[in-house]
């Protein structure tokens, strides 16, 4: 149970910074008592998440959007002030996601954890059970909540540069560790 709620933590905190969860519970999963990766069942499922997170702290913005966004489509154009900015961003962000989809990330993600979900209920899971699995989802999900709170503040005043610094070391140890023989891929 102790490896699972310690996956959710790191899920949590690393899904929202330019550091990529995905490869550290990768990563660090090999340095568990298990030690070994906890698989992408797991780590999808655990992803449900943060990105719950995503929608909760981000659910007034998301519903002004859309709600501006219908508006539009309803009456046509007719809108004036902030709703019509709204409306506006509502569709650059559209339009914008055609080429990129990572705001479409959020119901890849959930229908990624929702089959994996469905899934694991026949099958196992590695070696995390169905409630090791839940409680690290609910972890990731209120870690990644207070991370996104953090974040939303450290970007108005401060640089991503501590983030490029935590890669470039990340990856260099990691090829330290794969051409001593130290970890294998």
Excluded: C
């Excluded at 990644?144 to 070391?169: A, E």
Aim: neutral net charge; charged residues 10%.
């Amino acid at each position: 149970m102790l490896e699972a709620i310690f996956l959710g933590i790191i899920q949590g905190l690393t899904e929202f910074l330019p550091i990529s969860s995905s490869a550290h519970i990768r990563i660090l999963g090999e340095f568990l008592p298990s030690a070994q990766d906890p698989g992408a069942t797991f780590t999808a499922i655990m992803q449900i998440g943060t990105e719950i997170a995503v929608l909760i702290y981000f659910r007034a913005d998301i519903a002004r959007l859309i709600s501006a966004s219908l508006k539009w489509l309803i009456s046509r154009g007719g809108l004036v002030g902030s709703e019509r900015s709204d409306a506006r961003l509502s569709t650059l962000i559209l339009l914008g996601s055609l080429p990129i989809f990572f705001l479409l990330a959020i119901p890849a993600v959930l229908g990624s954890g929702a089959f994996e979900l469905f899934n694991s209920l026949s099958k196992p899971l590695n070696s995390f059970s169905l409630g090791e699995t839940f409680v690290a989802t609910l972890t990731a999900f209120t870690v990644g909540f207070l991370v996104i709170s953090w974040l939303m503040k450290y970007v108005q005043t401060k640089s991503f540069m501590p983030f490029v610094i935590y890669r470039l070391l990340l990856g260099t140890l990691l090829l330290i560790l794969l051409s001593s023989g130290a970890i294998s891929a």
